[in-house]
Each structure stands twice: as C-alpha cells, then as structure tokens.
C-alpha cells in the first residue's frame, strides 16, 4: 500500500482532495510502474485539484500531479529496468491519466526519459514541467537567433519565467524580468535579471500596432494583452516564444509586427514533444542550469499541502518552483 492525493467527485459535483492508501492494483495501465519520489505543482495542477476540475478532469476518483521524477519499480519494456532513474513530463498525466500525487505511478514507457546525468530527482523537479518549457522556449528562441539586446520575459516570478531568466543569465543574456509585484524584484535579480519590468507598463491596451524596437526576444508565460503588446516592441526579426495562457487565449494583435518587423510567434506546447525534443532539452538543463539558482526557485511541500497550494497558485500567490517530497 501507498499514500496518494486523491480528488473524488460528490453528487452535486464539486471535487476534494484528500491523502489516501491504495495499492498498485488501482493504478491504471503502463508498461512502467515508477517509484515516485518527487513531483511539483503548477497552474494547470491548480486547476485540475480545484472545485470542478477546472476542465481539465475526465474522470473520479483521479491522481494528479502533471510531473514526477523517481525510479523504476518494475518495466514490461525492455528500455527501462528496475533501479533506473526517470522523470517525465507531459502526455496529459495528471489530467487523463493519473500522476505524480501518489508514492507510485503507472505509465506507458514512451511517456518518460532517462534521467540525465548531473540531476538528481529533486533538482528534476525542482526544474518540473515549467522548468522543461522553458528549455524548450529557450532553445526555440536560439533556432531562430536571438538579437543583441534584453531578452524579456514575462510572469518572470513564476515557475516558467523564473527558470527561463535563470537560464537565459547562464547562458550570457540581459535579461528583463516582467512582474506585477515589486517585492519581487530582487528575487529575479538574484536569478539573474538585469532590470525589473512592472507589469503596468506591458497592460496597456494596445494602441499602436510598432513601438521602439526594445527586445532581443522574449519568452511569453502570460498572453493576452500583454503578448500583443510585446509584439510590437520586438527588434527586427526577434522572436516570441509563446507559452502561456494566464492573460488569456485572446490576441488582439495585428499582422504588422510579423509583415513590417518579421516577427516570429513561436508557439510552445510541452505536452506532445517527441522523445528526441525531450532528451535534448533535459541535457540541456542539466548542463546550462546553474543549480544555485534553482536552488533559490525552491520551496518544499508535502501531499497534504497541496490541496491550499492549489487555491494559493490559482490568486497568483506561489513564486518559483514548489517541489513536493511524496515521501514526507
């Protein structure tokens, strides 16, 4: 037996979350039954553990958790073998298929990746699914060259723009921290941001479709207004990789930034990547990540707090990364 945060559904629909043994016989099907060891929470993990599922839950009783790392129990496929550390990201787990908010999992063994030498399972999910899409944004930014001058980001204090600033410091860039809240101005700093962006001067609506030429690139975490806005501040063929959808799915936008400027909207999706996409980025990580800063993201929890982190994730009131021990 086993402890898992599980998310059951009363008759007049509303869900709750409570810790609760269940036996790998309950888990659903995979080729690879994982040991869980650490597993994290983000927004969409937010919406999934709130009253109505946010949309996202198919199907009570469930297991959340959109991301874990650990080590193989058991494998029917001959890629993994008992002892070998993995992590996986994506694939809907946590949303259709139960996840990483128990001490064990079942999945299907194209859904994980070898865990890449010089991370342990704590710093892998310290890093988390976020921290996975911003490798991917960063590398999209780098396919198609990132210009001289800042590099924004935008909901720079949360788990995706904290580890993009994190990575794009390392890798030798000005980069400019967009966030709503000043206090957190020198928690980016300490990541490595080189100026604070308030969120108020990126809200406006947009009136005029070009602005100055300001940035190099930018990585997107929040959308809506705010992307639109950034559009027409890019330099001459600089590129947004978009990832976020915070400030909502909307684009009031024109096509001038993309036929006067040749602007590039690079959209970023972290769920389906091919094995290949995933490998890469999390070698990438491992090697361009400075584990110092990650270190600062960080903040402990367990299962049974997860239920007030979900509320608390939803307001916008979680910086950096939260990495969850199943295990406490």
Same mark, same amino acid.
């Given at each position: 037996?086993?402890?898992?945060?599980?998310?059951?559904?009363?008759?007049?629909?509303?869900?709750?979350?409570?810790?609760?043994?269940?036996?790998?016989?309950?888990?659903?099907?995979? $080729?690879?039954? *994982?040991?869980?060891?650490?597993?994290?929470?983000?927004?969409?993990?937010?919406?999934?553990?709130?009253?109505?599922?946010?949309?996202?839950?198919?199907?009570?009783?469930?297991?959340?958790?959109?991301?874990?790392?650990?080590?193989?129990?058991?494998?029917?496929?001959?890629?993994?073998?008992?002892?070998?550390?993995?992590?996986?990201?994506?694939?809907?787990?946590?949303?259709?298929?139960? @996840?990483?908010?128990?001490?064990?999992?079942?999945?299907?063994?194209?859904?994980?990746?070898?865990?890449?030498?010089?991370? $342990?399972?704590?710093?892998?999910?310290?890093?988390?699914?976020?921290?996975?899409?911003?490798?991917?944004?960063?590398?999209?930014?780098?396919?198609?060259?990132?210009?001289?001058?800042?590099?924004?980001?935008?909901?720079?204090?949360?788990?995706?723009?904290? *580890?993009?600033? =994190?990575?794009?410091?390392?890798?030798?860039?000005?980069?400019? @921290?967009?966030?709503?809240?000043?206090?957190?101005?020198?928690?980016?700093?300490?990541?490595?941001?080189?100026?604070?962006?308030?969120?108020? $001067?990126?809200?406006?609506?947009?009136?005029?479709?070009?602005?100055?030429?300001?940035?190099?690139?930018?990585?997107? =975490? *929040?959308?809506?207004?705010?992307?639109?806005?950034?559009?027409?501040?890019?330099?001459?063929?600089?590129?947004?990789?978009?990832?976020?959808?915070?400030?909502?799915?909307?684009?009031?936008?024109?096509?001038?930034?993309?036929?006067?400027? @040749?602007?590039?909207?690079?959209?970023?999706?972290?769920?389906?990547?091919?094995?290949?996409?995933?490998?890469?980025?999390?070698?990438?990580?491992? =090697?361009?990540?400075?584990?110092?800063?990650?270190?600062?993201?960080?903040?402990?929890?367990?299962?049974?707090?997860?239920?007030?982190?979900?509320?608390?994730?939803?307001? @916008?009131?979680?910086?950096?990364?939260? *990495?969850?021990?199943?295990?406490?």
């Amino acid at each position: 037996m086993f402890d898992a945060l599980v998310l059951k559904q009363d008759e007049d629909g509303k869900a709750t979350a409570a810790v609760q043994q269940l036996s790998v016989d309950d888990l659903p099907s995979g $080729d690879v039954v *994982v040991a869980v060891e650490y597993t994290t929470i983000n927004y969409k993990d937010g919406l999934c553990l709130s009253p109505k599922g946010g949309g996202l839950v198919r199907q009570y009783p469930h297991v959340g958790g959109i991301d874990f790392a650990g080590t193989v129990e058991s494998s029917d496929d001959d890629r993994y073998k008992p002892g070998d550390k993995v992590v996986l990201t994506g694939w809907r787990v946590g949303e259709v298929h139960w @996840g990483g908010y128990a001490q064990k999992a079942r999945v299907k063994a194209d859904w994980l990746v070898p865990l890449p030498d010089g991370l $342990d399972t704590r710093q892998a999910m310290a890093v988390g699914t976020a921290g996975f899409t911003s490798m991917l944004s960063v590398m999209a930014l780098e396919d198609h060259s990132i210009k001289d001058g800042p590099v924004l980001v935008t909901g720079a204090a949360g788990g995706v723009g904290s *580890v993009a600033v =994190a990575i794009l410091a390392a890798l030798g860039h000005d980069v400019a @921290g967009v966030t709503g809240r000043p206090e957190t101005g020198d928690y980016l700093k300490s990541l490595g941001a080189t100026q604070i962006v308030p969120r108020e $001067d990126l809200n406006e609506t947009v009136k005029r479709p070009l602005e100055g030429e300001t940035w190099g690139g930018c990585i997107d =975490a *929040v959308g809506g207004e705010m992307l639109a806005r950034v559009l027409g501040q890019m330099q001459y063929g600089a590129s947004v990789a978009s990832v976020g959808l915070a400030g909502g799915a909307g684009l009031p936008a024109t096509v001038i930034p993309f036929l006067l400027r @040749g602007v590039n909207l690079l959209g970023i999706d972290s769920v389906m990547q091919p094995y290949e996409n995933r490998l890469r980025a999390w070698k990438r990580i491992a =090697a361009d990540l400075p584990m110092d800063k990650l270190e600062a993201m960080v903040q402990p929890a367990t299962l049974s707090d997860l239920p007030k982190l979900a509320a608390d994730i939803l307001q @916008g009131q979680v910086k950096g990364r939260v *990495v969850v021990d199943v295990n406490a």
